[in-house]
């Protein structure tokens, strides 16, 4: 026999996400897409994704070695070290470049919308706005739900070149492979629409989940200190989680 607790345990991450999509439905049934509401678009992409550049580039490109690195020991061994470069650009373009890049927008760039928006509830700023007869979804989170769709795909495609550049650092500069056996190989086991476009199709969807959640929990924020504090938190975990488990299904479908 359950107790009270356990049942509101299980019940309660239910009554979240019926939260979460009824506020997701409000914000596309008032989708519009004015001047003003455009100019606060671009200075959302701006924000989420030109300033996310330094951490997806230095992340990007480190992982590229790590992942050449690890690979080119593994397939050494059974004399395939000139396939390192199919492994790579498959690994970046189906899961690692999505993924990874999404994590990375989560815990910058997500983490600063939640804040923002937690930040404007407690000072009354989304009250404020609703006195002036300005719908704050319209001017404050629709414009961040369309950012995270535009910024995540630009910031993914950055992350995938600076990861395919710290490959080809790590294999022909310094282990002295062939780089046109390395350019060939990539060429001919990369499928465009499969594989990138998969990819790309991929980073849409999840740019768009991280900027629901991020936008969710500083709408939903508790107008206090420790309640922008626990949003922020919450929408690093809530998004690492669905962007796995998203990625999972959208694979499952693909392959």
Do not use: H
Not at 215 to 235: K, N
């Amino acid at each position: 026999m359950s107790t009270p607790s356990s049942g509101n345990a299980l019940t309660a991450p239910l009554r979240e996400l019926g939260r979460a999509g009824i506020f997701l439905l409000t914000v596309l049934a008032r989708l519009r897409l004015g001047p003003a509401q455009l100019g606060e678009l671009l200075r959302q992409v701006y924000f989420a994704g030109v300033r996310s550049l330094v951490i997806i580039v230095i992340s990007g490109f480190f992982v590229g070695l790590v992942l050449t690195l690890q690979t080119y020991d593994t397939l050494t061994r059974f004399g395939a070290s000139d396939a390192v470069s199919t492994v790579l650009a498959l690994s970046l373009f189906r899961e690692l470049g999505p993924v990874l890049a999404a994590l990375l927008f989560a815990g910058r760039a997500g983490t600063s919308i939640t804040a923002e928006i937690g930040l404007m509830r407690a000072t009354e700023q989304l009250d404020a706005l609703e006195l002036m007869a300005i719908d704050p979804i319209e001017r404050i989170v629709q414009p961040r739900l369309l950012a995270g769709m535009i910024a995540l795909p630009a910031l993914v495609l950055v992350f995938n070149v600076t990861a395919i550049v710290g490959g080809i650092f790590f294999a022909v500069f310094l282990m002295g492979s062939d780089p046109t056996a390395f350019w060939s190989n990539m060429q001919s086991s990369v499928e465009l629409m499969r594989d990138f476009g998969g990819g790309m199709f991929k980073s849409v969807c999840f740019g768009f989940v991280a900027a629901w959640v991020a936008t969710w929990y500083g709408w939903s924020a508790r107008p206090t200190s420790e309640g922008v504090a626990l949003a922020t938190t919450q929408t690093v975990i809530a998004t690492a989680i669905s962007v796995l488990v998203l990625d999972f299904v959208l694979s499952a479908f693909m392959l």
